[in-house]
């Protein structure tokens, strides 16, 4: 078996097929790619005040975020030191302390440890590394993130080239519309997130964005493998009522924003796994997380602007329409591809330069899991050991 590379170009060539069906592979990537990789957790108007917490559930690592009452906001394992347990559940207010639900351990909110009931009846004395565990936290226009496994690039630098773009939208003042849903897509979570690399699929994919806007199908990634696509509201009326209607409202009710961004829609997918959509009225994040092989779960919260105009309600609730049926569509679709991939010798055809970006993150699982380019599974319990010599052949 050898590494499926191109050595004329000196890049990755698309993944196997192999890679969207194993399911030693999808907990390979998850400690690999996405414990290393900033994730999303909420935004700062959910957690504005001193005590506010909000948490999210990784595949495997349950996330606190936490404003103590000295303003600070700050990220934990949400894992009590002692047996495991989770400490808290959603988003709330928390008391002076944080008490484990299952033996009473208690933490200060800035995560020292506090009390332990029967203390007599411990070995040792409580100490200062009994406290939770941090988490490595950045804020980047309103929006929270946390990475498990410290490291790497700030938050700022991945995404600097890209401020100017974003920064007129004032995404630091949005609140939340609803209550972040979930859904499960039978599919490798990689199948999400190459279709959210490429806008190549949406002149036949999605009908409604075909007349609502003049797409750029193209798109632009910089060097950590941020891509974006900047689309602009089309001047001709839509032959859908909904889609017409938020062309002739849009403009207009977003005229405090600067004049680049009011009738712009602008696209942004992070690897290995977050996607970030957004609008003059509001903004939605999508992030892809693996459950096995063929399955994944989609996380999609929604954020809007702090206005109580009637006609921007109208407005939001077009956007939501809207925006529905192209996740309904990007769902169906991403289906499909799966049913296809798990067809016996199926190999990804020629790739087209509008999707160069699934290229790149092709090439970055491949780089933190290089047993991924084998053309062909090394075989049932394998896969960590042969990608454990692929990593040292390389080192």
């Given amino acids: 078996m050898t590494p499926r590379t191109d050595a004329k170009a000196g890049s990755a060539r698309p993944l196997a097929a192999w890679t969207y069906q194993s399911a030693e592979l999808a907990e390979l990537?998850?400690?690999?790619?996405f414990r290393t990789s900033w994730q999303f957790v909420c935004h700062i108007n959910e957690v504005p005040h001193p005590r506010d917490y909000f948490t999210l559930d990784l595949p495997r690592d349950p996330v606190l975020v936490l404003r103590g009452?000295?303003?600070?906001?700050?990220?934990?394992?949400?894992?009590?030191?002692?047996?495991?347990?989770?400490?808290?559940?959603?988003?709330?207010?928390?008391?002076?302390?944080?008490?484990?639900?299952?033996?009473?351990?208690?933490?200060?909110l800035d995560g020292r440890l506090a009390g332990r009931p029967s203390e007599s009846t411990f070995a040792k004395p409580a100490t200062d590394d009994l406290g939770l565990l941090p988490l490595e936290i950045e804020i980047l226009c309103g929006m929270v993130f946390v990475r498990i496994v410290p490291g790497g690039e700030s938050l700022r630098s991945m995404w600097q080239e890209y401020l100017p773009l974003i920064e007129p939208y004032q995404l630091e003042e949005m609140v939340p519309l609803e209550a972040g849903g979930y859904e499960e897509w039978n599919c490798n979570w990689k199948v999400g997130v190459d279709n959210n690399l490429e806008n190549y699929h949406v002149p036949l994919g999605h009908p409604g964005?075909?007349?609502?806007?003049d797409s750029d199908i193209a798109g632009f990634m910089n060097r950590h493998g941020v891509a974006g696509s900047l689309s602009v509201l089309r001047p001709q009326p839509s032959s859908n009522w909904a889609e017409r209607m938020y062309q002739a409202m849009a403009p207009g009710l977003n005229s405090r924003l600067p004049a680049q961004v009011r009738t712009t829609w602008s696209f942004f997918t992070m690897p290995p796994n977050t996607g970030l959509?957004?609008?003059?009225?509001s903004m939605d994040l999508f992030q892809f997380f693996p459950l096995g092989a063929q399955r994944c779960k989609v996380r999609y919260p929604i954020y809007v602007r702090p206005d109580a105009r009637r006609e921007m309600k109208v407005l939001r609730y077009l956007n939501t329409r809207i925006?529905?049926?192209?996740?309904?569509?990007?769902?169906?679709?991403?289906?499909?591809?799966q049913a296809g991939l798990n067809s016996e010798g199926f190999a990804f055809g020629p790739l087209s330069s509008y999707e160069h970006c699934v290229l790149d993150l092709h090439a970055r699982v491949q780089a933190a899991c290089p047993v991924s380019a084998l053309e062909s599974h090394p075989?049932?319990?394998?896969?960590?050991q042969r990608n454990a010599s692929l990593l040292g052949g390389a080192a």
């Fill in 209 to 213: 964005y075909q007349r609502l806007l």
């Fill in 69 to 108: 009452d000295d303003g600070v906001l700050r990220a934990f394992l949400n894992v009590c030191r002692h047996r495991g347990a989770k400490i808290l559940d959603g988003a709330a207010q928390c008391k002076a302390r944080l008490t484990c639900p299952y033996h009473g351990w208690s933490y200060h």
């Fill in 277 to 281: 959509d957004i609008y003059g009225d």
């Fill in 29 to 33: 990537e998850y400690e690999a790619l």
């Fill in 379 to 384: 075989g049932e319990g394998l896969l960590r």
């Fill in 323 to 337: 925006n529905r049926q192209v996740g309904a569509e990007d769902r169906a679709l991403c289906e499909r591809v």
